[in-house]
């Protein structure tokens, strides 16, 4: 108990703050976003650090991938069945922080959540920019910053989803705000192709980019950085890592397998009852199911904002998926908050405390005590589910800005118009 209230009582903190400055029509400035949000991760990450629970992928999984690189070995050659494969780009950055803290005499239940926390940090002002209303670009950053979810998955999980959005968003801001059309398109491709190659998943925010691009041309130019990049780390195995060339076609599926986790979330656990089970037969249907609503939600968005598409993709993953870790309600969280719709709060406060529950109490709980509490945390995965239905975006293509002066430009002109003449 002492753990869930010392850990607890920040995430709450920042929530409040979050709720708060919208309500007093605050508008921060970025420093004090930044500084807020660095405040949150740190407490969170020393509490973290010093628990004697830690996040098995962070503490085995990661660990042992950036010793294996260290030793100039394939990763997805040489870990466990079941355990986390991805391409060398995150295998390399885990190496990078496993060798600073060798360097620097850090633990790694430390310097393993470092560049997670960075990356989310960055992430605080990107959102300002993804901000639908520009004058409230200072208040999204700020509540971005508090968001407890963000807090949960990089200072206590030192999960990467913050590594991939960090990418997939500057991706697209990028590719709608940025300079030369052509420096764009090369630019936004190559950060998506860094985003896909740190989590398959990233490949959901591919449509938003594309859409922000004017012309076929550009859109071509990024689509293809997208494959080129994942393909260039890919070959890096064999010139790094002693890869032979013929595993790779092995290599790359590897990467993208995943184990067939269910009853964890959403109409598995319904189906298993509120049990985890590793179970192929729900992984089949599961895939199709999944991919009919991304599908079903890239269509009935397609004519929509980019950074809107985007997550309604995100949110139509979360709502269809079959496979569930708790890190994924990351995934919408940047979107969600510089959008800000109807059930944004909403969301994002169960979303926070249903993951806290997770992190924060489930984590203290012996194994049949674990199984026991995890039935109606399971199944109370419905009641996130349906606040994130609720999230939806608006479909139309006109909401959000594209960039800031066009939109004011936009404003004062319809403003104009609507004067009545001397």
Same mark, same amino acid.
């Given at each position: 108990?002492?753990?869930?209230?010392?850990?607890?009582?920040?995430?709450?903190? +920042?929530?409040? %703050?979050? !709720?708060?400055?919208?309500?007093? @029509? /605050?508008?921060? =400035?970025?420093?004090?976003? $930044? &500084?807020?949000?660095?405040?949150?991760?740190?407490?969170?990450?020393?509490?973290?650090?010093?628990?004697?629970?830690?996040?098995?992928?962070?503490?085995?999984?990661?660990?042992?991938?950036?010793?294996?690189?260290?030793?100039?070995?394939?990763?997805?050659?040489?870990?466990?069945?079941?355990?986390?494969?991805?391409?060398?780009?995150?295998?390399?950055?885990?190496?990078?922080?496993?060798?600073? +803290?060798?360097? %620097?005499? !850090?633990?790694?239940?430390?310097? @393993? /959540?470092?560049? =997670?926390?960075?990356?989310? $940090? &960055?992430?605080?002002?990107?959102?300002?920019?993804?901000?639908?209303?520009?004058?409230?670009?200072?208040?999204?950053?700020?509540?971005?910053?508090?968001?407890?979810?963000?807090?949960?998955?990089?200072?206590?999980?030192?999960?990467?989803?913050?590594?991939?959005?960090?990418?997939?968003?500057?991706?697209?801001?990028?590719?709608?705000?940025?300079?030369?059309?052509?420096?764009?398109?090369?630019?936004?491709?190559? %950060?998506?192709?860094?985003?896909?190659?740190?989590?398959?998943?990233?490949?959901?925010?591919?449509?938003?980019?594309?859409?922000?691009?004017?012309?076929?041309?550009?859109?071509?130019?990024?689509?293809?950085?997208?494959?080129?990049?994942?393909?260039?780390?890919?070959?890096?195995?064999?010139?790094?890592?002693?890869?032979?060339?013929?595993?790779?076609?092995?290599?790359?599926?590897?990467?993208?397998?995943?184990?067939?986790?269910?009853?964890?979330?959403?109409?598995?656990?319904?189906?298993?009852?509120?049990?985890?089970?590793?179970?192929?037969?729900?992984?089949?249907?599961?895939?199709?199911?999944?991919?009919?609503?991304?599908?079903?939600?890239?269509?009935?968005?397609?004519?929509?904002?980019?950074?809107?598409?985007?997550?309604?993709?995100?949110?139509?993953?979360?709502?269809?998926?079959?496979?569930?870790?708790?890190?994924?309600?990351?995934?919408?969280?940047?979107?969600?908050?510089?959008?800000?719709?109807?059930?944004?709060?909403?969301?994002?406060?169960?979303?926070?405390?249903?993951?806290?529950?997770?992190?924060?109490?489930?984590?203290?709980?012996?194994?049949?005590?674990?199984?026991?509490?995890?039935?109606?945390?399971?199944?109370?995965?419905?009641?996130?589910?349906?606040?994130?239905?609720?999230?939806?975006?608006?479909?139309?293509?006109?909401?959000?800005?594209?960039?800031?002066?066009?939109?004011?430009?936009?404003?004062?002109?319809?403003?104009?118009?609507?004067?009545?003449?001397?």
């Amino acid at each position: 108990m002492t753990h869930v209230l010392a850990a607890g009582l920040p995430l709450t903190i +920042g929530l409040v %703050l979050a !709720v708060a400055a919208a309500r007093a @029509g /605050r508008r921060p =400035p970025l420093a004090a976003a $930044l &500084a807020v949000g660095a405040l949150l991760r740190l407490v969170l990450l020393v509490i973290a650090a010093r628990d004697g629970w830690q996040p098995y992928d962070l503490a085995e999984d990661f660990r042992s991938t950036a010793d294996t690189v260290l030793d100039g070995r394939d990763p997805l050659v040489y870990l466990r069945e079941g355990g986390w494969h991805f391409l060398p780009f995150l295998a390399y950055v885990l190496a990078g922080q496993r060798e600073l +803290g060798e360097l %620097l005499g !850090v633990p790694w239940s430390v310097v @393993g /959540r470092a560049v =997670p926390i960075l990356c989310d $940090l &960055a992430l605080i002002p990107l959102v300002g920019r993804l901000a639908a209303d520009p004058d409230k670009s200072g208040l999204r950053a700020f509540q971005y910053a508090c968001a407890p979810v963000g807090v949960m998955v990089s200072a206590i999980h030192g999960q990467f989803a913050p590594i991939t959005l960090l990418l997939g968003v500057a991706a697209l801001v990028v590719a709608r705000d940025g300079g030369h059309r052509a420096g764009r398109a090369h630019a936004a491709g190559i %950060l998506v192709g860094f985003a896909v190659t740190s989590a398959s998943w990233a490949g959901l925010m591919l449509p938003g980019v594309l859409l922000a691009l004017s012309g076929a041309r550009s859109r071509l130019v990024a689509f293809v950085w997208t494959g080129v990049v994942p393909l260039v780390f890919l070959l890096s195995g064999c010139v790094f890592l002693g890869t032979p060339v013929g595993d790779l076609p092995a290599t790359l599926a590897k990467s993208l397998s995943t184990r067939p986790v269910v009853g964890d979330w959403g109409w598995t656990a319904v189906a298993t009852g509120g049990q985890q089970i590793v179970d192929p037969a729900y992984a089949r249907p599961g895939l199709l199911i999944l991919a009919a609503g991304v599908l079903a939600a890239a269509w009935w968005w397609r004519r929509a904002d980019p950074a809107v598409l985007t997550l309604a993709l995100l949110l139509a993953f979360l709502i269809a998926t079959h496979r569930f870790g708790a890190q994924y309600l990351a995934w919408p969280m940047p979107y969600l908050i510089a959008l800000a719709g109807r059930a944004t709060w909403p969301a994002v406060t169960v979303s926070g405390a249903w993951a806290a529950f997770g992190y924060l109490y489930t984590t203290r709980l012996d194994e049949y005590g674990w199984r026991d509490v995890h039935v109606w945390w399971a199944y109370s995965s419905l009641v996130v589910i349906a606040l994130l239905v609720w999230a939806l975006p608006p479909r139309g293509p006109d909401s959000p800005r594209r960039s800031g002066s066009s939109d004011r430009g936009d404003r004062a002109l319809k403003a104009a118009a609507q004067t009545p003449a001397p």
